[in-house]
């Protein structure tokens, strides 16, 4: 018998140990969609050797040794993610001028794939860029303080690094930062729908009075020139910034923001993929959805008919 993950994390073990590509693996996504378990992690994570993030955890150091990693980091990461992203996945990047005239954002985009992070980099571009991460993902030692310098900010369940973290969050979106946040929460490996956004991102963006960007990530269909690749290609599509209500309480700015980046995300994963609008839901589960979909299609093949007759 396993021993189980030390994490308060919710996770499905059977799909932790299936292919992300399989059959399988989807199937379980659509069961868990269907009873509304978007939080479930069904994807591999290690908590060995992760650092304990306490009220003593300082999330952006400011001695000479921190700044010269964070620089290393970031030019490596600026020279590299490109290539990866260009040569892995033949990324495509739409919707850059919403980010324009933008000094500090909170970002969102779906998790659904493991190097995404280097997609929202390069998506975003900009150089005081951190992205916030479950706690299992600091590890001690050389690795952790890589993952740093490279711009990761712990969650914790302790109270103390919760207030340091919102400090820290405060005093970055203050000096003309941007903040990545995974609204969805767990990860989906390729997941081509839409998953309801939790509240926290829109709560921050709210309190620090600044906009919300969505990013959603999509999977493309291979083209006839790459019949050499296995998998699908992405494009990535930045929305227009939500911005806070200042006539509103916080609480009821951050659910109307949320609300606003939900309806965008759906209606971007229904252009996409095709799906219909007038039924798709984010808790359909996927055999439903191509039934309806199946439906419609069926019904504009009637609709085409009566008007040759």
């Known amino acids: 018998m396993k021993k189980p993950l030390n994490t308060t994390y919710k996770y499905d073990e059977r799909a932790m140990e299936l292919n992300p590509n399989s059959e399988e693996y989807k199937k379980i996504l659509d069961h868990l969609a269907s009873n509304g378990e978007f939080d479930v992690h069904t994807t591999k994570f290690k908590t060995n050797n992760a650092k304990k993030i306490n009220g003593k955890y300082v999330y952006v150091p400011k001695n000479v040794l921190y700044k010269i990693t ?165 494009t990535v599509q930045i929305g227009p910034p939500i911005y806070p209500k200042t006539n509103l309480t916080a609480r009821e700015s951050a659910e109307k923001m949320k609300d606003e980046c939900q309806k965008y995300y759906n209606d971007t994963v229904c252009d996409f993929y095709g799906y219909d609008k007038n039924t798709y839901s984010i808790y359909t589960s996927l055999q439903k959805q191509n039934k309806a979909m199946d439906i419609n299609a069926n019904l504009e093949d009637i609709n085409n008919d009566k008007e040759d007759i």
Request: aromatic share 10%; proline share 4%.
């Open 70 to 234: 964070r620089a290393v980091c970031k030019t490596i990461l600026y020279v590299f993610r490109p290539l990866v992203n260009g040569l892995a996945f033949h990324l495509k990047i739409k919707g850059r001028k919403n980010l324009k005239g933008l000094k500090s954002a909170i970002t969102i985009s779906n998790h659904v794939h493991y190097l995404d992070i280097l997609m929202n980099m390069q998506a975003i571009n900009k150089k005081n860029f951190y992205v916030i991460a479950a706690d299992h993902n600091m590890k001690r030692g050389p690795i952790g303080y890589i993952f740093k310098a490279c711009g990761v900010l712990p969650l914790s369940s302790s109270l103390d690094a919760s207030i340091n973290l919102n400090k820290t969050i405060k005093d970055i979106l203050n000096k003309g930062g941007f903040i990545h946040i995974y609204a969805e929460s767990a990860l989906w490996f390729r997941y081509e729908r839409s998953r309801p956004l939790k509240i926290g991102a829109f709560k921050i963006a709210s309190e620090n009075n600044v906009p919300v960007v969505p990013i959603v990530i999509l999977f493309r269909d291979k083209t006839k020139l790459e019949f050499f690749r296995r998998k699908k290609t992405i």
